[in-house]
């Protein structure tokens, strides 16, 4: 038996989020034109109290505060390379970067700098596992799917700026 996907939208200063969830826990997070855009199909509209953690975070984050407790979290996608990745993605500190090559080294697979960044790519819950602070090899802003000027915005937010 499938577990049913619910969602919300979500206004931000950067556009409108799409948030999902199972009766886990929080499943994604998406910007509505995000690249690769998630698969919606059966997915039900909940506004309710399901998602009031995650907005609460999302709304303290994005006034400049540092969010309290992270939401629950249950992602039920991602193969175990992948999930290692989104990993290692939770302990890159708030004002802080790194690089794809040196997250490769963190989980153990230094020469696996491309395939990291596939798995960067395919995070389900953008700003919360925060891949948006990986940045190249030679410090300049790379992909980002939800876009490089929110990655920007994002960085901005937490104190880093980038030309």
Do not use: Q
């Given at each position: 038996m499938n577990t049913p996907t619910y969602f919300t939208t979500h206004a931000s200063p950067l556009g409108e989020i799409i948030l999902a969830a199972t009766?886990?826990?929080?499943?994604?997070?998406y910007f509505k034109d995000?690249?690769?855009?998630?698969?919606?199909?059966?997915w039900k509209r909940d506004n309710g109290p399901r998602f009031d953690a995650a907005l609460?975070?999302?709304?303290?984050?994005?006034?400049?505060?540092?969010?309290?407790?992270?939401?629950?979290?249950?992602?039920?996608?991602?193969?175990?390379?992948q999930r290692s990745v989104?990993?290692?993605?939770r302990d890159i500190p708030r004002g802080k970067?790194?690089?794809?090559?040196?997250?490769a080294a963190a989980i153990g697979s230094?020469?696996?700098?491309?395939?990291?960044?596939?798995?960067v790519g395919r995070n389900p819950l953008s700003i919360l596992i925060p891949c948006h602070r990986?940045?190249?090899r030679d410090g300049s802003l790379t992909g980002y799917a939800g876009g490089l000027a929110r990655k920007k915005r994002l960085l901005a937010l937490e104190g880093l700026k980038f030309d």
């Open positions: 009766e886990n826990g929080l499943c994604g997070l995000h690249t690769p855009a998630p698969k919606r199909e059966g609460a975070w999302l709304d303290a984050y994005f006034a400049g505060e540092k969010p309290r407790k992270m939401p629950a979290h249950a992602i039920a996608s991602g193969t175990p390379f989104w990993e290692a993605l970067t790194t690089t794809y090559a040196e997250l230094p020469k696996a700098v491309r395939a990291v960044g596939a798995a990986v940045i190249g």
